[in-house]
Every structure is written in structure tokens, then in C-alpha cells.
């Protein structure tokens, strides 16, 4: 039990205080220029039966803003005079005997930099105060009738007091706009996270590999990456881990089970960490027993070959959809070779891309943006005010330095009479994450091998 004067949740590492304050400023700034205040609870909370809780996990945005780690607390930030407030867990020296450390609104203060903390049981007394004079709220709008109910209570306390001259805000913002924005360019203290966390994961990936063989459980591979995950510091898997033997794989969500991979299956995992608030996401396909097969191999280099593509494509002032466009054409092309789209009945290239006949066999996008969410926050289009309105359809989101996006095909063949019976029950994704650079992009999770003959070598040692 920790009782040391240290945070007890999820061990995450001490806050860059000015890191976060930096974070509050950018968002104070913009909050100033319409006269708004922000309001920003974390995450609650939750029973996973009777009284026992599931391990708690923050909001994104209100760690992003506050490095504050603790549940039942509320960041406010003021832009008509740039005063942040903290509302927080009451220090109670008994309840930290059963449950370790908490900071209290004082300690929580002076630690975090905030102007004001106070106790939680404060925050309903307080908030019409706060928001008395604002021109506007901001808050995820819509995301929580709880929520909501909570903001119109606090403007009710407001508006109660109009004929004393007291204006309630008369304007609601959805804060994630502009907080989702900045969330999507990855700062350097992010990036640093984000590659220790991709190294963990990698790390996890290899230790699987190493410990695979003909006869081994989809949940003993499971074991080894969570036990590479926490050995290295990492607090949790950053999603439910995918350990998916033979037919498995071509299952997308399947979770790992009891299943035992035979001799000549394929194994696909789909497992990485979270490490101090920021996800990974890896996926490798591997021969259980260490050595691919023809069949196998034939449909693991288009794969590859699909995700190079990607790569290549993934730069500067590409589209978010070339990475996905290069990656498709590749498989395309791939399944005409293998006879997995038939000629005849499906034409050329241009037509299965045209028609998206692909889908039989790739039917999940190759990228999505990854951060403190593995799928995480950021407008796939560019944003409303640079679009035009009315019915002229937002543009795709140009790519730039500093966005953090996955880059993640596969191929997946059901068994069925028109495919060639050698590529039945295969199920192959490599993804990786990436991060753009000034020229191109940054691999974060290459210290796994992607290479059939980088593989086979990793699982002969
Ligand atoms: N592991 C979730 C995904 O790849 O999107
Ligand atoms: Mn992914
Ligand atoms: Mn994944």
C-alpha cells in the first residue's frame, strides 16, 4: 500500500507543470477572445462489479491541460481574466490509508501552477460566480446529459441574479474544437512520450515472437506482452490486445482467447502499451512455428509492399487519404495477381479501386490519428473556418509536421469456393505508427521486424 507522499494513481510520472500551464495559456488565449470560460471535468470513476473498480483512467483533454491525475476533479479556465481553477478531492488523511496520496486543493495548486484550487464539494457553489460576466461557455457540448444538465444548472444560478446587472453567458462553444486542434500536432514532450511508449511496445511485440511456437495459446502471448508492457514501466495496454491465431485473424476485433495455433498458422497481434497518458499501436503477423509458407509469404509481401506505399505517401502537405489511396492500389493489384479478385469478373485495376471490390478482403481504412487516444481526437477534414459553407463538402485534412497518424494494411481471405483454397483463413496487418516530419515521416515502432526474413531470424534466436 503507498503511503509515501507520491501519487497513487496509475503511476504515472510527476507532471511537467510547465508544460500543461503553456497548454492552459495557448487555450486562455482563445478563450479571451470571445469573453469565454472553459469547462473541463475529468473522467469519472467507474464500478466494474460491486465494489470493486475498474483502474482509473483521466479525460485526454483535462490531462492534456492540467497534468492532474486524479479522478472527481474539474479544470476551469477563465479567458475574461485569465484565471485557471482547479476543483479537486478534499485532502483526508484517513481516506489516504486506504487509498494512498491525494494532492488536495492546496498542494494541488502550488504543484500544478493553477491561480485557484478549491474542493470539490465547492464547485456547484462557485461556478455561477465563475461564469457571472462571461460572454461564453465552453465545454464538450453534448457529450453528457449529466454534463449538460450541470452547465445549464450553473447559467440557472446565473441568470437568477440578471436584474442585480449580472449577465449570464449567452454564447456555448464546444471546447474540443480548438483543445482537439491543438491535441492533433504532437509537442515535443508528447513525441518523446510517444516514442518510449512505441519502443515498450515493440519491445512486447518481439518477446511474443520469440515465445511463439506450434501448439502455444493465443493468451500465453497475451501474458508476455503485458508482462514486457508493466515490466518496462508502461501502466497499461492502450486497448484491448488482439492476439488472433489462424482463422482468427480475420476477425478484426478479435480479443485473445483460448485458441491454440497450430503448425503453419499465422498469429496476428494487435497489442500495444500506454505509457504516461499516450498510446501505441502495433500489429505484426508472424508464422507460429517461425518459418511463412508460400502462400502465406505471397500475401505477407503485398502487404508489406501495400504499407511501403503508404510510408512513401505519408509526407507534408499530402492528403490524410493518400497513405489510404497508395495502400489500396498495392492490394488491388495484389489481389488480381493472387487470383484472389478474378479478372474477368472484376476487371482491371481502376475498376476494383473505382468499385472498392478490394473491400471483400480490406475493408478497415489504413490510418487514423493516434495520441493520448489511440484512436485519437482531430478533424479528419480541414477545419470549418477555413472551408467554405453551405453544401460544398469539407476538404480532407492536408497532412503536416507534428500530426501522429497510424499506417496499418492487411488482407483478410475467408474461406470460401472462389478463392484459391491456399489462402483460406489468412489474416495479415502490419501497422505502425508515424509521426510527419518537415520531409516525410518519422517510424515510431520499427524496432519490431516487419521483414519476413527479419522475422524468421528474431523466432530462430
Ligand atoms: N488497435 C486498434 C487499431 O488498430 O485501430
Ligand atoms: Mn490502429
Ligand atoms: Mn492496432
Same mark, same amino acid.
Given at each position: 500500500m503507498n503511503l509515501a507522499? #507520491? @501519487? +497513487?494513481?496509475? =503511476?504515472?510520472? @510527476? *507532471?511537467a507543470t510547465d508544460i500543461h500551464a503553456g497548454r492552459r495559456a495557448r487555450l486562455l488565449d482563445h478563450l479571451a477572445r470571445t469573453g469565454g470560460v472553459a469547462i473541463l471535468p475529468t473522467a469519472p470513476s467507474a464500478i466494474r462489479n460491486h465494489d470493486a473498480e475498474y483502474p482509473y483512467r483521466h479525460d485526454s483533454s483535462f490531462y492534456y491541460l492540467s497534468g492532474f491525475p486524479e479522478p472527481e476533479a474539474w479544470l476551469v479556465l477563465d479567458g475574461t481574466n485569465g484565471e485557471t481553477t482547479l476543483f479537486c478531492r478534499e485532502k483526508n488523511v484517513e481516506r489516504e490509508i486506504w487509498e494512498g496520496f491525494h494532492y488536495g486543493p492546496d498542494a494541488a495548486r502550488e504543484q500544478f501552477g493553477f491561480s485557484s484550487a478549491y474542493s470539490i464539494a465547492e464547485l456547484d457553489l462557485r461556478m455561477p460566480d465563475i461564469l457571472a460576466h462571461a460572454a461564453s461557455v465552453h465545454y464538450a457540448l453534448g457529450t453528457s446529459a449529466e454534463l449538460d444538465a450541470r452547465v445549464r444548472t450553473w447559467l440557472d444560478g446565473v441568470r437568477t441574479r440578471s436584474r442585480v446587472g449580472i449577465a449570464a453567458p449567452a454564447i456555448a462553444h464546444d471546447v474540443r474544437v480548438f483543445v482537439d486542434e491543438m491535441r492533433l500536432f504532437k509537442d515535443d514532450h508528447e513525441l518523446d512520450i510517444m516514442r518510449r511508449a512505441a519502443r515498450i511496445s515493440a519491445a512486447a511485440h518481439r518477446r511474443a515472437m520469440q515465445a !511463439?511456437? +506450434?501448439?502455444?495459446?493465443e493468451y500465453e502471448l497475451e501474458a508476455e506482452l503485458l508482462y514486457e508492457f508493466r515490466r518496462q =514501466? *508502461?501502466? !497499461? @495496454?492502450?486497448y484491448g490486445s488482439i492476439v488472433a491465431s489462424g482463422a482468427n485473424a480475420?476477425?478484426?476485433?478479435?480479443?485473445? =482467447?483460448?485458441?491454440i495455433a497450430r503448425d503453419g498458422d499465422l498469429i496476428l497481434i494487435d497489442a500495444a502499451c500506454e505509457l504516461d497518458g499516450y498510446a501505441s499501436d502495433i500489429t505484426r503477423t508472424f508464422p507460429a512455428n517461425g518459418r511463412f509458407t508460400g502462400a502465406q509469404r505471397e500475401l505477407y509481401a503485398i502487404v508489406h509492399a501495400a504499407q511501403q506505399a503508404a510510408i512513401d505517401a505519408t509526407r507534408p502537405g499530402a492528403s490524410y487519404d493518400a497513405p489510404h489511396e497508395a495502400a489500396v492500389r498495392v492490394l488491388a493489384q495484389g489481389m488480381l495477381d493472387t487470383q484472389l479478385l478474378d479478372r474477368n469478373e472484376h476487371g482491371g485495376l481502376d475498376d476494383v479501386v473505382e468499385k472498392k471490390t478490394y473491400r471483400r478482403f480490406y475493408m478497415h481504412s489504413t490510418s487514423h490519428w493516434i495520441g493520448m487516444d489511440v484512436h485519437d481526437v482531430g478533424d479528419y477534414f480541414e477545419p470549418l473556418d477555413a472551408a467554405p459553407r453551405g453544401d460544398t463538402p469539407r476538404a480532407r485534412r492536408t497532412l503536416a509536421p507534428r500530426m501522429a497518424l497510424t499506417i496499418e494494411p492487411g488482407i483478410y481471405v475467408r474461406a470460401s &469456393? &472462389?478463392? @484459391? #483454397?491456399?489462402?483460406?483463413h489468412i489474416g495479415i496487418r502490419i501497422e505502425d505508427d508515424a509521426v510527419v516530419t518537415d520531409s516525410g515521416c518519422e517510424l515510431l515502432t520499427r524496432d519490431v521486424p516487419v521483414d519476413i526474413d527479419a522475422i524468421e531470424y528474431l523466432m530462430k534466436r
Amino acid at each position: 500500500m503507498n503511503l509515501a507522499n #507520491e @501519487p +497513487a494513481v496509475a =503511476g504515472l510520472a @510527476p *507532471a511537467a507543470t510547465d508544460i500543461h500551464a503553456g497548454r492552459r495559456a495557448r487555450l486562455l488565449d482563445h478563450l479571451a477572445r470571445t469573453g469565454g470560460v472553459a469547462i473541463l471535468p475529468t473522467a469519472p470513476s467507474a464500478i466494474r462489479n460491486h465494489d470493486a473498480e475498474y483502474p482509473y483512467r483521466h479525460d485526454s483533454s483535462f490531462y492534456y491541460l492540467s497534468g492532474f491525475p486524479e479522478p472527481e476533479a474539474w479544470l476551469v479556465l477563465d479567458g475574461t481574466n485569465g484565471e485557471t481553477t482547479l476543483f479537486c478531492r478534499e485532502k483526508n488523511v484517513e481516506r489516504e490509508i486506504w487509498e494512498g496520496f491525494h494532492y488536495g486543493p492546496d498542494a494541488a495548486r502550488e504543484q500544478f501552477g493553477f491561480s485557484s484550487a478549491y474542493s470539490i464539494a465547492e464547485l456547484d457553489l462557485r461556478m455561477p460566480d465563475i461564469l457571472a460576466h462571461a460572454a461564453s461557455v465552453h465545454y464538450a457540448l453534448g457529450t453528457s446529459a449529466e454534463l449538460d444538465a450541470r452547465v445549464r444548472t450553473w447559467l440557472d444560478g446565473v441568470r437568477t441574479r440578471s436584474r442585480v446587472g449580472i449577465a449570464a453567458p449567452a454564447i456555448a462553444h464546444d471546447v474540443r474544437v480548438f483543445v482537439d486542434e491543438m491535441r492533433l500536432f504532437k509537442d515535443d514532450h508528447e513525441l518523446d512520450i510517444m516514442r518510449r511508449a512505441a519502443r515498450i511496445s515493440a519491445a512486447a511485440h518481439r518477446r511474443a515472437m520469440q515465445a !511463439s511456437r +506450434a501448439g502455444v495459446r493465443e493468451y500465453e502471448l497475451e501474458a508476455e506482452l503485458l508482462y514486457e508492457f508493466r515490466r518496462q =514501466g *508502461a501502466q !497499461s @495496454p492502450a486497448y484491448g490486445s488482439i492476439v488472433a491465431s489462424g482463422a482468427n485473424a480475420c476477425v478484426l476485433h478479435y480479443p485473445a =482467447g483460448n485458441a491454440i495455433a497450430r503448425d503453419g498458422d499465422l498469429i496476428l497481434i494487435d497489442a500495444a502499451c500506454e505509457l504516461d497518458g499516450y498510446a501505441s499501436d502495433i500489429t505484426r503477423t508472424f508464422p507460429a512455428n517461425g518459418r511463412f509458407t508460400g502462400a502465406q509469404r505471397e500475401l505477407y509481401a503485398i502487404v508489406h509492399a501495400a504499407q511501403q506505399a503508404a510510408i512513401d505517401a505519408t509526407r507534408p502537405g499530402a492528403s490524410y487519404d493518400a497513405p489510404h489511396e497508395a495502400a489500396v492500389r498495392v492490394l488491388a493489384q495484389g489481389m488480381l495477381d493472387t487470383q484472389l479478385l478474378d479478372r474477368n469478373e472484376h476487371g482491371g485495376l481502376d475498376d476494383v479501386v473505382e468499385k472498392k471490390t478490394y473491400r471483400r478482403f480490406y475493408m478497415h481504412s489504413t490510418s487514423h490519428w493516434i495520441g493520448m487516444d489511440v484512436h485519437d481526437v482531430g478533424d479528419y477534414f480541414e477545419p470549418l473556418d477555413a472551408a467554405p459553407r453551405g453544401d460544398t463538402p469539407r476538404a480532407r485534412r492536408t497532412l503536416a509536421p507534428r500530426m501522429a497518424l497510424t499506417i496499418e494494411p492487411g488482407i483478410y481471405v475467408r474461406a470460401s &469456393d &472462389d478463392v @484459391p #483454397e491456399a489462402f483460406h483463413h489468412i489474416g495479415i496487418r502490419i501497422e505502425d505508427d508515424a509521426v510527419v516530419t518537415d520531409s516525410g515521416c518519422e517510424l515510431l515502432t520499427r524496432d519490431v521486424p516487419v521483414d519476413i526474413d527479419a522475422i524468421e531470424y528474431l523466432m530462430k534466436r
